[in-house]
Structures are given as structure tokens and as C-alpha cells.
């Protein structure tokens, strides 16, 4: 880290991402080491997972961390070794004069690898530890915190890469062509299914006269087609768009106004006929390939045939597409049925007895022109002037 830091070759920012909380990892995993030799010295009846757990419980806010960055930081060092000829004789300068010669890389995964083994080496301890034994409750309380810590952080990098992702969509597609969606917040609330999500992303080829590439975005709430700006960008080949330079550096706009997933439908691979063909379709055999579905825009009546990468990646468009619009439909009649029960329950209420005003200020996801949001609700009620609730 001093050598690379002392060469100026990263930027401040990209030298803290790459290396953000390794000194604290190091540290922390040092102290656990002091404290079992101290252990270890002072007494012949070894326990110890007394120490792993609280030692554990320190670390963690470390890894956490560490991990929510770690995706972004792989890839701006790997784009620096790719771009930087000096940067990347340097690394390999350093990996020589190291001891067992390992690349950079492979000691920003030790981490990972290090909290990992944790569950499975505590689990066969506490397996072959007698109930009687003085450590077995705290080998049973770090197994339990150990495989808590991997779930938690599993989890904080699956919403960290969501999140970028749906950032990455919200800076590089553009939605000048359909002002009235300009304001699509991506990393938002949807309507009634909580935090939107991607649920799928792929390359897609729209089959018609003149077939057309394009990149199919599944969120929880709509599926999104878009195309790059550039028409000379070459996509077909790409098995995913978050990891190549090429599609992440590619500018793109709606090739259709995005579908909400009851505004579609999903058709038997039979169910294709001319008189509802979106443009007019190709009837070669790639029409009918093993790697394209159909789905009917309801509000037209009309059909789109996408062909997928492969006939595994058609099968999996087609389930996900599936449940995701199985998801939907569910919360969509779970609402229909509390709307129709407040109905019912309303016939039974007595007569009002007083009435209660409220002054309704700013509505979520309600924005300015500018951009900014400031959401209050105002309520006077009884002898309070006023009652301010702030939310998101």
C-alpha cells in the first residue's frame, strides 16, 4: 500500500476505494491473534471462543463495509491496469518482492475468504465440543453470529450491486424521446412493491423485418427495452452489460415506453400469428428458433418476438418474466381485496361525530423542477398548533 500510494499513480479517491478499510481489517484481525496467544499462553485449558466472538463482533462493521465497496473497487483497479502501463508494471514490481508472489488482487479477496471459513470451521468445532465443556456455549453463540455476519453482508452487497445498477441506468439511459417519463427515479419506491429491483438484464434481439438489438431490463414493476445511441455499438455478443467496458460505457435511449408487467402477457410459443404482429415478421427459421418468445402488448393487441443469447437465456427470460408478473398480480389483489373490505366495513360505521382537517404540503416523489423534494405533513390537532411528521 505505501509503494502504491507514494507513486502518485492513483488518484486519492481511487487509492481510498481500493483500499478502503483494509488497515482497519488488518488491525482487528491482529488484536483477535494477540489475544489468543495471550490466551493461550496464560492457560493450558484452551477457550477461545469467547475471544472469537467478541473479536468477531468488532470486525464486523469492518468487513461490512468493505465488502458494500469492493465490486466498484475491483473494477476501477482493473481499469487502471488496463489503461495505465505504469501502473501495472508497479503492481507487478511489488507482486516479485513479496514472499509468495500473489497479485493484488488476490489479497483484496482474502477478506472474503477469511469470514467465510469462519461458519464452516465453527460448525466442526461445535460439532465434536461436549455440551459440558466451558466453551461450548460461546462456540455455539459465534457459530450463530459467524453465519448472521455472512448472511448480513451477502445481503448488503446484493443491494450495494442493485443499487448500482439502477444508478447506471438512471445516468446512461435517456428518456428525452418520452418527456412525460423524464423523471423516472430508479433507485426509488415503486407504487406498492417496495424498493424497485432488477430482476433481470440481458441482450435481446427484436425479431422483424429489419431485426433490431436491444437490451431488456425486468424490473419488479415494468420491463424496460432500450437501444445505444451509437448504431455501430455491437452488442449481440456480450453475456453481460455490467461487465464489459464497451456496454458500460455506451449511452442509450427507450426503444418503446416502458411496459408495467400488467400491461403485457406472455404467449405460448404457438400463439403467433401475422394479424397481430407488431411489424411485419420475419418468417425464416430464426423466426421460430428455440431462443425467441413472444409477448402480446394488451392495450394494442399486438405481439413482439424476442430472441434471447441462447435457449437456456430464453427459458430463464420466460420464468422470470413469469413470476415476476405472478408477483404483481398477487399484491395487485391483495390491494383489491382490502380496497373492497374498507368498502364493506364502511357500511357499519355510526355517524361522524367531528371532523379532522388536514393540510396536505408535499407528496413523495413529487418533484420541482429542480429536482428537490422536502416532504412534511402538516396536522393541527386539538390544542397542538401543529404536528410535523417527516418521511420518505
Same mark, same amino acid.
Given at each position: 500500500?505505501?509503494?502504491?500510494?507514494?507513486?502518485?499513480?492513483?488518484?486519492?479517491?481511487?487509492?481510498?476505494?481500493?483500499?478502503?478499510?483494509?488497515?482497519?481489517?488488518?488491525?482487528?484481525?491482529?488484536?483477535?491473534?494477540?489475544?489468543?496467544?495471550?490466551?493461550?499462553?496464560?492457560?493450558?485449558?484452551?477457550?477461545?471462543?469467547?475471544?472469537?466472538?467478541?473479536?468477531? &463482533?468488532?470486525?464486523?462493521?469492518?468487513?461490512?463495509?468493505?465488502?458494500?465497496?469492493?465490486?466498484?473497487?475491483?473494477?476501477?483497479?482493473?481499469?487502471?491496469?488496463?489503461?495505465?502501463?505504469?501502473?501495472?508494471?508497479?503492481?507487478?514490481?511489488?507482486?516479485?518482492?513479496?514472499?509468495?508472489?500473489?497479485?493484488?488482487?488476490?489479497?483484496?479477496?482474502?477478506?472474503?475468504?477469511?469470514?467465510?471459513?469462519?461458519?464452516?470451521?465453527?460448525?466442526?468445532?461445535?460439532?465434536?465440543?461436549?455440551?459440558?465443556?466451558?466453551?461450548?456455549?460461546?462456540?455455539?453463540?459465534?457459530?450463530? /453470529?459467524?453465519?448472521?455476519?455472512?448472511?448480513?453482508?451477502?445481503?448488503?452487497?446484493?443491494?450495494?450491486?442493485? /443499487?448500482?445498477?439502477?444508478?447506471?441506468?438512471?445516468?446512461?439511459?435517456?428518456?428525452?424521446? +418520452?418527456?412525460?417519463?423524464?423523471?423516472?427515479?430508479?433507485?426509488?419506491?415503486?407504487?406498492?412493491?417496495?424498493?424497485?429491483?432488477?430482476?433481470?438484464?440481458?441482450?435481446?434481439?427484436?425479431?422483424?423485418?429489419?431485426?433490431?438489438?436491444?437490451? !431488456?431490463?425486468?424490473?419488479?414493476?415494468?420491463?424496460?427495452?432500450? =437501444?445505444?445511441?451509437?448504431?455501430?455499438?455491437?452488442?449481440?455478443?456480450?453475456?453481460?452489460?455490467?461487465?464489459?467496458?464497451?456496454?458500460?460505457?455506451?449511452?442509450? +435511449?427507450?426503444?418503446?415506453?416502458?411496459?408495467? #408487467? @400488467?400491461?403485457?402477457?406472455?404467449?405460448?410459443?404457438?400463439?403467433?400469428?401475422?394479424?397481430?404482429?407488431?411489424?411485419?415478421?420475419?418468417?425464416?427459421?430464426?423466426?421460430?428458433?428455440?431462443?425467441? /418468445?413472444?409477448?402480446?402488448?394488451?392495450?394494442?393487441?399486438?405481439? =413482439?418476438?424476442?430472441?434471447?443469447?441462447?435457449? &437456456?437465456? &430464453?427459458?430463464?427470460?420466460?420464468?422470470? #418474466?413469469?413470476?415476476?408478473?405472478?408477483?404483481?398480480?398477487?399484491?395487485? @389483489?391483495?390491494?383489491?381485496?382490502?380496497?373492497? !373490505?374498507?368498502?364493506?366495513?364502511? #357500511?357499519?360505521?355510526?355517524?361522524?361525530? !367531528?371532523?379532522? /382537517?388536514?393540510?396536505?404540503?408535499?407528496? =413523495?416523489?413529487?418533484?420541482?423542477?429542480?429536482?428537490?423534494?422536502?416532504?412534511?405533513?402538516?396536522?393541527?390537532?386539538?390544542?397542538?398548533?401543529?404536528?410535523?411528521?417527516?418521511?420518505?
Amino acid at each position: 500500500m505505501r509503494k502504491i500510494k507514494e507513486s502518485a499513480l492513483l488518484n486519492a479517491e481511487e487509492f481510498d476505494l481500493i483500499f478502503d478499510q483494509i488497515e482497519n481489517i488488518y488491525d482487528s484481525n491482529r488484536n483477535f491473534f494477540d489475544s489468543l496467544q495471550q490466551r493461550l499462553n496464560a492457560s493450558k485449558n484452551l477457550r477461545f471462543c469467547d475471544i472469537l466472538l467478541e473479536h468477531l &463482533r468488532l470486525m464486523y462493521p469492518y468487513y461490512q463495509k468493505f465488502f458494500m465497496k469492493q465490486i466498484i473497487a475491483m473494477e476501477v483497479l482493473q481499469n487502471r491496469l488496463d489503461s495505465d502501463k505504469n501502473f501495472a508494471t508497479l503492481l507487478r514490481e511489488i507482486t516479485s518482492e513479496t514472499r509468495i508472489h500473489l497479485p493484488l488482487v488476490s489479497y483484496l479477496i482474502k477478506p472474503m475468504q477469511r469470514i467465510t471459513k469462519y461458519p464452516l470451521l465453527l460448525e466442526k468445532i461445535y460439532k465434536n465440543t461436549p455440551s459440558s465443556h466451558p466453551d461450548y456455549k460461546d462456540c455455539q453463540e459465534a457459530l450463530n /453470529f459467524s453465519k448472521k455476519i455472512c448472511i448480513n453482508i451477502n445481503e448488503a452487497c446484493r443491494r450495494m450491486e442493485c /443499487f448500482n445498477k439502477l444508478d447506471w441506468i438512471q445516468r446512461k439511459v435517456s428518456f428525452s424521446k +418520452h418527456r412525460s417519463l423524464k423523471l423516472i427515479d430508479f433507485n426509488s419506491e415503486t407504487r406498492f412493491l417496495g424498493p424497485r429491483t432488477l430482476i433481470r438484464y440481458g441482450v435481446l434481439t427484436k425479431i422483424s423485418s429489419s431485426s433490431e438489438t436491444l437490451i !431488456g431490463l425486468l424490473f419488479n414493476d415494468f420491463l424496460m427495452l432500450i =437501444v445505444p445511441d451509437r448504431k455501430q455499438s455491437k452488442l449481440s455478443s456480450i453475456n453481460d452489460i455490467f461487465k464489459n467496458k464497451q456496454a458500460i460505457e455506451t449511452n442509450y +435511449h427507450l426503444y418503446r415506453q416502458p411496459l408495467l #408487467l @400488467n400491461q403485457f402477457e406472455l404467449m405460448n410459443n404457438h400463439q403467433k400469428s401475422s394479424n397481430h404482429s407488431d411489424e411485419k415478421l420475419d418468417s425464416s427459421s430464426t423466426h421460430s428458433s428455440s431462443r425467441t /418468445f413472444t409477448i402480446r402488448l394488451k392495450e394494442k393487441d399486438k405481439l =413482439v418476438t424476442l430472441k434471447a443469447q441462447s435457449p &437456456r437465456d &430464453r427459458t430463464q427470460w420466460i420464468n422470470d #418474466l413469469h413470476q415476476a408478473q405472478q408477483h404483481y398480480f398477487a399484491i395487485l @389483489n391483495q390491494m383489491e381485496q382490502r380496497k373492497i !373490505g374498507l368498502q364493506l366495513s364502511s #357500511l357499519t360505521l355510526h355517524q361522524p361525530i !367531528g371532523n379532522l /382537517f388536514l393540510t396536505l404540503e408535499e407528496t =413523495v416523489q413529487i418533484y420541482t423542477i429542480e429536482g428537490i423534494r422536502f416532504n412534511r405533513c402538516s396536522m393541527p390537532s386539538g390544542h397542538r398548533e401543529r404536528l410535523d411528521k417527516r418521511f420518505k
